[in-house]
């Protein structure tokens, strides 16, 4: 099985760092190699690149293709004192305005950012909303030079040591609160898949026993991010499955699979959904046979062939059963 299944979300906030540092900043790029010569440890804060000068920016009838016809995605919320909220809210109003890099340069990306805090926000709420986006590029700027010292690898170990660094380097930059607030979800995920997959490589562990202590490690999930990983491991369950079978693999493989990524009881409601759907295909399959058998009788009227399939639809399936095979 392939480890990188949660790289995604560390790729793209390297992605993300890389433009963030890439318009006029040459320092950025030309320091990683000398970063991946460096031991595990995670190396002091680079400084920042010189301040410049604000970026001017386009004027609304030409702001980018992108931005048109949509809403800042990321609401601002202040308390009975006039303080900044910390909400992934604020996370997401910074990646809505970087994610424009590219269709503009990172400088007017920021300053768009920065207009936006200052007109939406009053003091305290808007000098502290924008020393928090001065952290969040300082931590994408970082993440670029974390992420030079570990090249994409499919190794356990690797993974694990890389999520550590990543998640110390926050710890490191953010206050708990901020910590907490922008990265937490990705966190609490990210932690989930790593242990899965050291459950799964187990070897001491029968099929049963993995599939025991994933489901356990799943229950003690807060209730929403329950919520959110049940669709998308079902989701990857069916396409490995179907990989498995197009493979030519036998039900006890896709047994193991399902142990390993649902558990016992999952797999095994998993198991009679699927006796249940192999006999109600056996009994579809044998009304379609009787039915084309009557309906070639010769000397049979159309009504009188209409009244047989009708006869045997009824006598064959429940009322519900035929709206289901109607559907």
């Known amino acids: 099985m392939k480890l990188i299944i949660y790289l995604p979300l ?10 963030l540092f890439s318009d006029g900043e040459a320092s950025a790029p030309a320091a990683a190699p000398a970063v991946a010569a460096q031991d595990s440890r995670i190396s002091a804060p680079p400084s920042l690149p010189p301040p410049i000068a604000p970026a001017r920016l386009t004027p609304a009838a030409q ?40 269709e503009e340069s990172s400088q007017q990306a920021r300053q768009r950012i920065r207009d936006h805090l200052t007109a939406q926000l009053d003091e305290p709420a ?30 356990l170990e690797d993974l694990l040591a890389r999520e550590q660094a990543v998640q110390q380097l926050r710890a490191r930059l953010f206050s708990r609160e901020a910590h907490e607030a922008f990265f937490a979800g990705e966190e609490i995920y990210n932690n989930f898949t790593l242990e899965r997959l050291t459950i799964q490589q187990d070897p001491s562990l029968s099929d049963r026993e993995k599939g025991l202590a994933i489901e356990a490690l799943r229950e003690n999930l807060p209730e929403e991010m329950q919520q959110l990983l049940v669709p998308q491991i079902h989701n990857d369950l ?13 039900e006890g493989r896709i047994r193991q699979l ?3 990524m649902l558990g016992p009881e999952a797999t095994e409601r998993l198991e009679e959904l699927d006796r249940s759907r192999a006999e109600w295909r056996e009994r579809v ?9 009557i309906l070639s009788q010769p000397g049979l009227a159309e009504s009188d062939r ?10 064959q399936f429940t009322a519900n059963e035929r709206l289901r095979l109607i559907n």
């Open 258 to 260: 399902r142990m390993g």
């Open 285 to 293: 399959e044998a009304f379609q046979q009787e039915r084309e058998r």
């Open 126 to 155: 808007r000098s502290q909303a924008l020393e928090l986006l001065e952290t969040y590029l300082d931590y994408q700027y970082q993440l670029v030079d974390l992420e030079a010292r570990f090249p994409v690898a499919e190794r």
């Open 238 to 250: 069916r396409e490995q499955t179907l990989a498995l079978r197009a493979a030519g693999a036998d």
């Open 10 to 19: 560390l790729t793209s906030a390297l992605l993300l760092g890389w433009y």
């Open 63 to 102: 702001e980018p293709t992108s931005l048109r016809g949509t809403e800042v995605d990321g609401e601002l919320l202040v308390d009975a004192r006039g303080n900044l909220v910390l909400t992934s809210q604020v996370r997401h109003l910074f990646d809505y305005f970087l994610s424009l890099i590219g």
């Open 306 to 315: 209409r009244a047989a399939v009708n006869a045997l639809l009824e006598e």
